[in-house]
């Protein structure tokens, strides 16, 4: 059985900072990429950040230096730290699973970021 689920979310002002995060099933976790993505209302999905199984991180240029993220091998999590959020990172975050080497995607249900001015 494979489950994907998010935690976390929340309603923050423009500045604050907050902390996300996602377990998932051992079975996938060990050999999978560790992703997040986030959708905006009327907007595409975008990666937000990814993690590989060794621990490298890549993230886009519009949250790079705000956003971090890390796994957690010991407890199949991976966590999402955002700070300096500003109304534009309003979205629902999801977590995903991908694996290789066909980059099957496991999604969780996404958890609602919501940042006031």
């Known amino acids: 059985q494979v489950h994907v689920e998010e935690s976390g979310g929340g309603l923050v002002q423009e500045g604050e900072s907050l902390r996300l995060s996602c377990s998932a099933s051992g079975n996938i976790f060990r050999t999978g990429t560790m992703r997040w993505y986030r959708q905006a209302p009327g907007k595409q999905r975008e990666m937000v950040a990814t993690i590989s199984t060794g621990g490298v991180a890549d993230y886009p240029e519009s949250v790079k230096g705000r956003f971090t993220i890390s796994r957690d091998n010991t407890k199949y999590a991976v966590y999402l730290e955002m700070k300096n959020l500003k109304p534009d990172d309003t979205a629902v975050y999801y977590c995903?699973?991908?694996?290789?080497?066909?980059?099957?995607?496991?999604w969780g249900q996404g958890t609602q970021v919501a940042v006031s001015s």
């Open positions: 995903a699973v991908s694996i290789s080497p066909d980059d099957y995607f496991y």
